[in-house]
Every structure is written in structure tokens, then in C-alpha cells.
């Protein structure tokens, strides 16, 4: 095979062939998130922003920035990868992945791997396109970058996981529109936690997007609404509950193999 | 020589509690062409979906080259190619980027000159830019190929290649075919046509309800093929066959009105002209006769009804 044990051709094609997808529908794949997020820019940060009151000291327009990239870094990392394995599954193609001498994990690190890249690279886009209507600085990139990777990366397992359970279209939309884009508006995309009333505050802190959002909100501004550790700590335990989750999916066969 | 591949008391219940598998065992020569026979729903394509990792099975084992399919899965499937028996592909891609894609996963470096021959093997050089979706079924199902041979495999596995493809492609397809062979690679096909059998394969396999009925080398069933009938209608009902005559393969029927004499057509002699001086010598006269012969289909059909 080559070196490791590990069939790099198979992980390399797979990744390729994913990657390849994207440039082939520019319009659905990258032009037109990026601009359904403009309109955000545009509505609360170039038209009411202004009018609105500073949080911790950021002005809104600015505030709401690493927020809306979160919003989308999550939903395309999931519609990318539940859609990349559960279309295969849909027309039959599979068939060719399950009788080639890759490993599950092989499969989900190329899966996995092209479409965290392709999120990555959307909220990179987004971010530039940010920097068009509102001013904005970038305290901590380094950590900007590893909450983007590490962000990109659990939400790709998170959807793959998704597209080998649904077993119909409507299963593959439920999630993501029902519990995920709830859960980013929740989590402090429009505002600080710190606004909520106490009880809300509580309930909010279920929410595993709030970490996500407050720690990379902290690498832009340097504030956040809960501590940086416990932004960091949350994201890693979502992203091994995933590995987990896989690991066992693979194992046991399920869904993929009668 | 091992066999190239060894099946053991396969089985498979899926999950609806269907028992599509009971039992199997077979054994595939290394080099040969094995042809698969058996009707709709009998279990082949559930035995290669075992054999190339789609379906689990439920009980037994499967040796690829000496591999367990399950525990050295990246041996085992690494030799091996499959055609399906649906048309599945990535209707999007071009043919060149799916095939070069199968040969990626399978483990292979690139190889663009042997993607190029494959492509011009199967006539499929002209469409290399073309978007699968926009060729014709019959060029589906050699897209399908290209992509099984693309990882040059010692094994392939054709799941009905030639259902639902023209004369012409059909014929291009068992060329292809015994060229592989000609190669040594190991070649399992499934088919309902038995004159492909008879074409192409070097042994023969029918299977059943999930069962393996019948295993032969093709040349035998051919001999058994090659024997004919040869019945005469009596004037006059025997009780026996005559002493005299036991040195021939006869037997009575239809109440001793009829004598059927068996006989090999590939033999030097056929034995009809003394047979019939000898019947004139004792004086038995008939007042009709014909010949007659079983064709695979025949042993085929009566195999598939009886079987089990
Ligand atoms: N996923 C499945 N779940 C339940 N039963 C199945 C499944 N796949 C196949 N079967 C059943 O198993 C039996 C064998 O099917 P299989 O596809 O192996 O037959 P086959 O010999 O290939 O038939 P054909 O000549 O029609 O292709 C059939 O009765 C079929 O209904
Ligand atoms: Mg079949």
C-alpha cells in the first residue's frame, strides 16, 4: 500500500474528488453563503449598527462579525459532509468505497477533511468580505485560526455522522435546521449573553455553540462571555464526543452495510 | 495451487429474516474464468457483495489469495475489482476523473497511461472528457469496468455485465474478457444467459435459493451436453431390453412402446447403424424415430426445479 499502512492514494482521491465538487457548483458551494451573510453585514452592521450600543466596549457591526462566521462555519460544515457521505449512499456509489481496501477512519479523515477545508476557506471569504462594511481588528489570530479549524472540523464529524443516519432527504435537513441554526441564533450571535436575564443566562449555557462563539469572539476582541479555557475545553469534548461517535458507527456496521 | 478463492459455509439472514445465503461453499481456481448461475433473487449478487465488503455476512468465512475478507480486509479487497449489477456512478464526473479516482482509492499511484489503455480497451477513449451522465447505459456499464480494472485487480467480479447491452458490446465484452484471463486474472460472472456460460466460463456453478447446487468444469457439462437420444417408436411393446443388445446404453419408456437409445455424438462411432441391424436381426421393428438434445438450459431448468 505505502507508507504506514496508511492507503494516502485512497485519503488523497477522496479529498480531491470532494474538493472538486465545490469548484464545479461555485455558485451554491461558496457565492451563495457568502453573500446571505453580507446581507447580515449589511442590515445590522453598516445600516442599524451604528444606531446601536456598544457591547464590552466592541461596536455592534463588529460585535456580530465572529458570530456570523460561526453561523455559517456550522452550517456548511455539516450541510458539506452529511451531504458528501449521504449522497453516495442515496445513489448507490458507496458501493465502491465499502469494497476498497480503505479504513473507516481513512474515510472520515478525507470526508471530514475536505469538508472542513471548504468551510474554512468559506469563513475566510466571509471574513474578508466583513472588513468591507465594518471596521474590525483581529486581537489573537493565531487563535482565531485554531477556533476556525477546530470549529470547521467538529461540525464536519457532526455532519457525517448526520448523513449516515438520515436514510431520506428530510432526515438530512431536520437536524441542521431544527436543532443547529436555533442553536447559533441562541448562542450569541446578536448579543452577550451578559444581556440575557438570569434564567436565560442559565438555560443559554447548555448551549455548546455559546463556547464556541464567546472563545472565538474573545480571539477577535479580546472579551468574551465565558473564560477562553472553557470555550476551549467545550469545543474539544464536542469534537472526541464525534470521534467517538464514528468510531462506533464504523465498527458496529451501522447504516452502511446490511 | 491454492484457490484463489475459498468460501466456507457462507451464510446471510438479513435483517428481514430472509436467509438469502445457507450454507455456501466453494472454491475458485486461480486463473479461471467462473461462471454463476441462477435465477432472479437465488443469492448471487448477496455472495459477491459478501466476498468484495458490502454486505456483512452472518456466518462463515471468505479467503481472498489466502486473506480473510474481514480481518485483512486491505489485502483481500486490494486484488479485487467489482462490476455491479446496477448502474451506479457519479453522474456529474467524467469518465476520466472516475476512473483515475477508483484507482486512487484502491491504493494505486497514478497511472495515466494505464488509465489511457483501459479507456481504449473498452472504446471508452472518445468519451474521456464526457460527464457520465451523458453517455448511453451500455457505456455506463464500461465505465463501471474501466473503473474495476482501473487497480489492475487479480480478481474481478462481473455482476451480470452484459444484462441489458447489445449483441455487438456483448460480444466486445467476452473478448475483454478472455483477453484478462489470457493476463491471469481470475474472472466470477454472474448471468442469466446460458450460452455466455457456455461461451466464456471454464467451470459452471448454479445456485438456488441460497444454496450451490451444482459445480462442474464447463467440458463436463459439455459432454454431458454432447450426449443424444435417440428414440424409435415401436410396433410392438417390449417387456424387456433384449439380452442380446446390452452392450448399448438402452432404455425402455412409455410403457415399452419406445426404445431411447443414448449415445455420445463426439465419439468416433455413434453406434446407430449396428444398433439397428442388430434390432432388424431380432426382429424388433419400429415405425417411427428421432433424436433428441439437452441443452444446459435443460439441465439448468431441471437443476433449479428439483433443487432443494
Ligand atoms: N438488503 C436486503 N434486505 C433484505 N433482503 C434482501 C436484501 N438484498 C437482497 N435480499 C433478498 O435476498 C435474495 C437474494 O438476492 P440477490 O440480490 O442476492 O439475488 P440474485 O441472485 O443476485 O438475483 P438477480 O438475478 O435478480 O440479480 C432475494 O430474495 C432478495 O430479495
Ligand atoms: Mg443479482
Redesign the pocket.
Known sequence: MSALGINWHAIRAIYLFEMARTWRTPLQSIVSPVLSTSLYFVVFGAAIGPRMQAIDGVPYGAFIVPGLIMLSLLTQSIANASFAIYFPKFTGTIYELLSAPVAWWEAVIAYVGAAASKSILLGLIILLTATLFVPMQIAHPVWMVLFLVLTATTFSLFGFIIGIWADGFERLQVVPLLIVTPLAFLGGSFYSIDMLPPFWRTVTLFNPVVYLISGFRWSFYGVADVSLGISLGMTLVFLAACVAAIGWIFRTGYRLK? | MHPIITVSDLSKT???G?S?LKGVNLTIRRGEIFALL?P???????LISIICGLVNASAGTVLADGHDISRDYRAARSKIGLVP?ELTTDAFETVWSTVSFSRGLFGKPRNPALIERVLKDLSLWDKRDTQIRRLSGGMKRRVLIAKALSHEPEILFLD?PTAGVDVELRQDMWKLVSRLRDDGVTIIL?T?YIEEAEEMADRVGVISKGEIILVEDKAELMRKLGRKQLTLSLLAPLAAVPPELAAYDLALAGDGMELVYSYDTKAERTGITPLLQELAGAGIRFRDLRTSQSSLEDIFVSLVRTGS
Open positions: 446490511s | 438479513y435483517a428481514t430472509f438469502a441462477g432472479n433473487g437465488a443469492g448471487k449478487t448477496t449489477q451480470e454472474t442469466h
